[in-house]
């Protein structure tokens, strides 16, 4: 049997439709404890973290007459990278050197690893809560995004 969970399949076997509460709870507790220890495993390894994106552009320059660039696309002047990011609700970019891209990259990779972690972590929180309180997880309010 398959029930929607989010925007996820969740395939249940006979077993699982046969099983109390407690049984449940007890498999989302091991469930929650596996996300556990991927989290304290992956946490020695992670560096900084940051927020954003980063992307690297190629531009025309000012001068119409004298350059390449203007007759060419392939021509343009670039790489230039940026880091995108959002402060106090407003859009703030940072150019960065080849070098610098090379390290905030993986610093975002390292912070989307965690949050996919952590989202994980919630869900199964949502479900045990669910199981504790015997309501549907779609009756359970949503928390308010900060």
């Not at 709870?25 to 220890?37: D, G, H, P, V």
């Not at 940072?94 to 965690?114: G, H, K, P, Y």
Request: include cysteine; aromatic fraction near 6%.
């Amino acid at each position: 049997m398959r029930i929607a969970y989010g925007t996820q399949l969740v395939c249940l076997t006979m077993s699982d439709m046969k099983a109390t509460p407690k049984d449940k709870l007890a498999q989302a507790s091991q469930r929650y404890e596996r996300l556990r220890r991927e989290l304290a495993s992956l946490a020695p390894q992670m560096g900084f973290l940051l927020t954003g994106s980063v992307q690297s552009r190629f531009f025309e320059c000012s001068r119409q007459n004298n350059c390449r660039c203007h007759d060419d696309m392939a021509s343009r002047h670039g790489p230039y990278h940026y880091w995108t990011r959002k402060v106090k609700g407003k859009t703030v970019s940072v150019s960065l050197t080849d070098e610098q891209l090379a390290f905030v990259r993986e610093w975002i990779n390292n912070s989307r690893a965690l949050e996919r972690l952590l989202k994980k972590m919630r869900d199964e929180s949502m479900r045990a809560v669910a199981l504790t309180t015997g309501k549907t997880i779609e009756e359970i309010p949503a928390t308010r995004a900060r």
